[in-house]
């Protein structure tokens, strides 16, 4: 918790207004355990902070990673997820354009960046934990432990519902230009 607030100061000293006061309040109040608990959860959450889960069980599905339901409560209680166990993530573009490349949405995890793709233009709507800003916020402040498993096990649920998962991959042309591609299965 030193740690997390000595983060906080150091950017509040750089950029005052960094961080909003709900997430000041939210930090004030997070216990040690709690902190802990986000910590496992950041681990498999994207950068834009939502975490789709790998079944259709709210209630085992973080298991794997060391977080019970009751531990989803408690990070919902602590202000850091919003509430209800029937939320989605979903994928609409905000705008049609001509190149349906661009309407596939584009999303990281611990330094892994993927696309979600499908037959046509992607719109699911995957059951997911999605934090609030608060939660936002203090996530950029914690540094994560991988889980390459959730990502495999993640990428296979999705497919399930029609949906790929493919890894960024960059390539060089004999240009000297790098170029990015979505080909490889995540």
Not at 24 to 43: K, N, P, W, Y
Not at 132 to 147: M, V, Y
């Amino acid at each position: 918790m030193q740690a997390l607030w000595g983060k906080v100061l150091a950017r509040e000293v750089a950029s005052p207004g960094t961080f909003g006061f709900r997430t000041l309040d939210t930090l004030r109040q997070l216990s040690r355990h709690e902190a802990e608990i986000f910590r496992r959860v950041c681990g498999i959450a994207t950068t834009d902070g939502w975490i789709a889960f790998s079944v259709n069980d709210i209630n085992t599905a973080l298991i794997p990673i060391g977080v019970e339901y009751q531990d989803i409560l408690t990070l919902r209680d602590a202000g850091s997820r919003l509430h209800g166990d029937q939320l989605s993530k979903n994928f609409t573009p905000p705008i049609p354009i001509e190149n349906p490349d661009f309407l596939k949405p584009v999303t990281e995890n611990n330094g892994v960046t993927f696309q979600l793709s499908g037959a046509g233009p992607v719109d699911p709507q995957l059951p997911a934990l999605i934090f609030t800003k608060s939660g936002l916020e203090i996530q950029r402040l914690i540094e994560p432990q991988k889980h390459p498993e959730y990502l495999k096990a993640s990428s296979s649920y999705v497919r399930q519902h029609g949906v790929t998962a493919n890894r960024k991959t960059l390539t060089n042309t004999p240009e000297d230009i790098q170029v990015v591609a979505f080909y490889q299965d995540l």
